[in-house]
């Protein structure tokens, strides 16, 4: 899953990045509401962490934007432990959620993977599909047989975009755009190889190649 950060501490932002990152996000940031509308409109981010307090644009106009123009990403809003207007206001504007600051990482990833499954139509506290389930805390794919395999940061990410996403058609170019942050080297074809793998893992027939178009998820049924 990817995610939009828009942030101007020059602490906070780099810290929330590279913790998000971790999580195992595709994390992009952004110093200013200028810039971070824009990518906010061109990038297929599944969620947005936005403070209110930026340069340029405020966080309000940006999300305000957003919505105008039918833009729905989900955005979890960062105000001030005691700022109640700003989060009436954040709501107001189109937010989902709200979180604030000073605050602990793990909150915000839980309320992004939250937001996500929300907005995924995704109601229970375990990522499941078929006879597999997700444990995103741990980073790893438990079968209903009871087989364990641990993930690359890569194949994580693959695997829970597909997961969400179970028998639909996705090409190689979207899928790229939501394993991969900004900044990466967005090559398409590699992701052969993490589709090779995850094969290895689950089994060939799990992701399916539909030539030209792409690929499906079809998990097995338990």
Do not use: C
Not at 76 to 92: N, P, S
Not at 186 to 197: A, F, L, P, Q, T
């Amino acid at each position: 899953m990817r995610i939009l950060i828009i942030e101007d501490d020059a602490e906070l932002g780099p810290l929330l990045k590279r913790d998000l990152s971790k999580a195992g996000f595709a994390a992009d940031l952004s110093s200013n509401g200028r810039d971070g509308e824009i990518l906010g409109n061109i990038e297929p981010y599944d969620a947005v962490v936005l403070d209110l307090g930026l340069p340029e644009k405020s966080g309000l106009e940006v999300l305000s934007t957003w919505r105008a123009k039918g833009n729905n990403v989900p955005v979890i809003v960062l105000t001030a432990r005691d700022a109640w207007h700003e989060r009436v206001d954040g709501f107001k504007a189109g937010a989902d959620d709200y979180l604030g600051k000073p605050f602990h990482t793990e909150e915000l990833v839980a309320r992004i993977s939250a937001l996500i499954k929300r907005s995924k139509l995704q109601t229970t506290g375990v990522l499941r599909a078929g006879s597999i389930s997700l444990d995103e805390e741990q980073q790893v794919v438990r079968t209903d047989d009871g087989t364990e395999f641990e993930l690359t940061g890569t194949e994580f990410r693959l695997l829970r975009y597909f997961m969400h996403n179970a028998d639909k058609i996705l090409s190689k170019s979207q899928l790229t755009e939501h394993v991969y942050d900004y900044d990466s080297d967005k090559d398409s074809n590699v992701i052969e190889v993490y589709v090779k793998r995850l094969r290895q893992k689950l089994g060939k027939d799990i992701i399916e190649t539909r030539r030209g178009q792409g690929y499906i998820f079809r998990p097995q049924s338990s």
